[in-house]
């Protein structure tokens, strides 16, 4: 009886010390490991939900499957703007623990769950009533249109869900608290396998709803996670125990939340815009380089995940760092991100120049397919040693609330870069399609020493959040 009063006691103070552990002290490079690898398994699930979704829904037909990918690309611009919206959130709480200010912290949450429901509501009204005009505007066949409309619809409802556990996962991984993100992340994901199939094919006692049941799934199982996770908050079980009591509208940090958001949010919109242009640029070389192009866009989105997640952590570390006036310490989490990312990039560009082919292969086997994969790949190799820097400089810096310049840089290295060398390079000699993809690998080696170079400034030091 003494031993397990002894374990569970034992238990709870391990428990307590990650709750409570100080991220502005010990090693960099350990803080950057245990807060990243949650992040990693909490980001690749939220990528997930739509897969999940087109998994089952393909089984209904090809006009099921279409209305499925037409909805999901009109979600994503919509949960684009909301995570630009909530880095602000991400900045001020980092912060604010970093200083102790705890009741800061709980303020800055406060006023962002205000914003985001206000967001969420205004976005589910926009989606009830003119979810078929802006299904339209991709120019999709009619039967497409009507089978998207009411999934669409019930996806936009569903964004006041998606808010309170995209607020929620902000709030405890800016704080520290990756475990409990990924623990809810791992909760709501397998309650979403788990019921997509008996809504979507009336298995057991539920109706045969088909696209529906898919949509509605998706919204009960983001609510569970959401629901979960305020409780963690609220409860006082996360790093930061948040309340709504004593609430009161605060203009002034409304707009600072704003002026730090809303330029991340437009980042995030321009890079979605430019994939759609870049696609347009490869359609006329055929099926075989759509299908290569979309293969390879599989994979480096998984590869900009697990950079994404080292950069999260490190802009919660620089952030508590700047917060606890150790600016020195907050550049070294910088730059050890991007020694971890780059290296775990330089092993996966190796593999991929010796071995592109096999790689292709495990999706297609197709001689023109792999052929013209196989290049792309090992164009993109440039790629992915420019990824590293480059996506982790960019959320780093915009999780300290230095927003314009990653605005800035993707704006001039996107549309100023990008889409003029995708259009030209593929004429010249006889680069054709390939000239695509060096454009695309050109614009990021460009954004990556852009990042260098500024990080190196300090300047994102001084930023005032």
Same mark, same amino acid.
């Given at each position: 009886?003494?031993?397990?009063?002894?374990?569970? %006691?034992?238990?709870?103070?391990?428990?307590?010390?990650?709750?409570?552990?100080?991220?502005?002290?010990?090693?960099?490079?350990? @803080?950057?490991?245990?807060?990243?690898?949650?992040?990693?398994?909490?980001? #690749?699930?939220?990528?997930?939900?739509?897969?999940?979704?087109?998994?089952?829904?393909?089984?209904?037909?090809?006009?099921?499957?279409?209305?499925?990918?037409?909805?999901?690309?009109?979600?994503? /611009?919509?949960?684009?703007?909301?995570?630009?919206?909530?880095?602000? !959130?991400?900045?001020?709480?980092? *912060?604010?623990?970093?200083?102790?200010?705890?009741?800061?912290?709980?303020?800055? =949450?406060?006023?962002?769950?205000?914003?985001?429901?206000?967001?969420?509501?205004? &976005?589910?009204?926009?989606? +009830?009533?003119?979810?078929?005009?802006? #299904?339209?505007?991709?120019?999709?066949?009619?039967?497409?249109?009507?089978?998207?409309?009411?999934?669409?619809?019930?996806?936009?409802?569903?964004?006041?869900?998606?808010?309170?556990?995209?607020?929620?996962?902000?709030?405890?991984?800016?704080?520290?608290?990756?475990?409990?993100?990924?623990?809810?992340?791992?909760?709501?994901?397998?309650?979403?396998?788990?019921?997509?199939? =008996?809504?979507?094919?009336?298995?057991?006692?539920?109706?045969?709803?088909?696209?529906?049941?898919?949509?509605?799934?998706?919204?009960? %199982?983001?609510?569970?996670?959401?629901?979960?996770?305020?409780?963690?908050?609220? $409860?006082?079980? %996360? *790093?930061?125990?948040? $309340?709504?009591?004593? =609430?009161?509208?605060?203009?002034?940090?409304?707009?600072?939340?704003?002026?730090?958001?809303?330029?991340?949010?437009?980042?995030?919109?321009?890079?979605?815009?430019?994939?759609?242009?870049?696609?347009?640029?490869?359609?006329?070389?055929?099926?075989?380089?759509?299908?290569?192009?979309?293969?390879?866009?599989?994979?480096?989105?998984?590869?900009?995940?697990?950079? $994404?997640?080292?950069?999260?952590?490190?802009?919660?570390?620089?952030?508590?760092?700047?917060?606890?006036?150790?600016?020195?310490?907050?550049?070294? %989490?910088?730059?050890?991100?991007?020694? !971890?990312?780059?290296?775990?990039?330089? +092993?996966?560009?190796?593999?991929?120049?010796?071995?592109?082919?096999?790689?292709?292969?495990?999706?297609?086997?197709?001689?023109?397919?792999?052929?013209?994969?196989?290049?792309?790949? *090992?164009?993109?190799?440039? $790629? =992915?040693?420019?990824?590293?820097?480059?996506? /982790?400089?960019?959320?780093?810096? @915009?999780?300290?609330?230095?927003?314009?310049?990653?605005?800035?840089?993707?704006?001039?290295?996107?549309?100023?870069?990008?889409?003029?060398?995708?259009?030209?390079?593929?004429?010249?000699?006889?680069?054709?399609?390939?000239?695509?993809?060096?454009?695309?690998?050109?614009?990021?080696?460009?954004?990556?020493?852009?990042?260098?170079?500024?990080? *190196? &400034?300090?300047?994102?030091?001084?930023?005032?959040?």
């Amino acid at each position: 009886m003494h031993n397990n009063n002894e374990n569970n %006691s034992n238990r709870a103070d391990k428990r307590d010390l990650r709750l409570t552990r100080d991220w502005t002290e010990g090693s960099i490079l350990n @803080n950057l490991l245990a807060l990243t690898w949650p992040i990693v398994v909490s980001n #690749i699930l939220n990528m997930l939900g739509p897969t999940i979704d087109m998994i089952w829904v393909g089984r209904l037909g090809t006009v099921s499957l279409a209305a499925v990918g037409l909805s999901g690309q009109v979600v994503m /611009v919509v949960q684009a703007l909301m995570m630009g919206l909530f880095t602000s !959130l991400r900045a001020m709480v980092a *912060r604010r623990v970093g200083e102790g200010d705890e009741k800061g912290a709980n303020h800055a =949450f406060q006023q962002a769950f205000a914003v985001g429901i206000v967001f969420a509501v205004v &976005t589910a009204v926009v989606g +009830i009533f003119f979810s078929r005009q802006i #299904i339209m505007l991709f120019g999709a066949k009619p039967e497409v249109v009507d089978a998207a409309v009411p999934y669409a619809r019930i996806q936009f409802v569903g964004m006041v869900t998606m808010t309170v556990r995209m607020l929620s996962d902000a709030t405890m991984q800016s704080s520290g608290d990756t475990m409990n993100s990924m623990k809810v992340g791992i909760l709501f994901r397998c309650i979403h396998i788990a019921l997509c199939p =008996f809504w979507v094919f009336g298995l057991w006692i539920f109706p045969r709803l088909g696209l529906i049941g898919a949509g509605l799934t998706n919204i009960i %199982s983001q609510g569970i996670g959401g629901g979960l996770s305020l409780w963690l908050l609220m $409860s006082g079980r %996360s *790093r930061l125990h948040v $309340s709504l009591k004593h =609430f009161k509208i605060d203009f002034k940090n409304i707009a600072m939340q704003l002026r730090i958001g809303i330029p991340s949010s437009i980042n995030q919109m321009l890079r979605s815009f430019v994939s759609l242009f870049v696609v347009k640029f490869i359609v006329p070389f055929g099926t075989a380089a759509i299908a290569a192009h979309s293969l390879g866009q599989q994979i480096e989105g998984f590869l900009d995940v697990g950079a $994404s997640a080292v950069g999260t952590a490190a802009g919660a570390l620089a952030g508590q760092n700047l917060g606890a006036h150790k600016p020195e310490r907050a550049a070294k %989490s910088g730059w050890w991100a991007v020694a !971890l990312a780059t290296s775990v990039m330089a +092993i996966v560009s190796i593999v991929i120049l010796v071995w592109a082919e096999p790689v292709v292969r495990l999706f297609n086997s197709d001689p023109d397919m792999v052929k013209i994969a196989a290049t792309f790949l *090992r164009i993109a190799t440039v $790629s =992915f040693l420019s990824m590293g820097p480059a996506a /982790v400089l960019t959320t780093c810096l @915009n999780q300290v609330g230095d927003t314009m310049i990653p605005l800035a840089v993707s704006f001039i290295t996107m549309w100023g870069v990008q889409l003029p060398l995708a259009y030209f390079l593929p004429k010249i000699g006889d680069l054709g399609v390939y000239g695509v993809r060096w454009a695309m690998a050109i614009a990021l080696a460009l954004r990556a020493v852009a990042y260098l170079a500024y990080f *190196r &400034t300090d300047k994102w030091k001084f930023k005032h959040v």
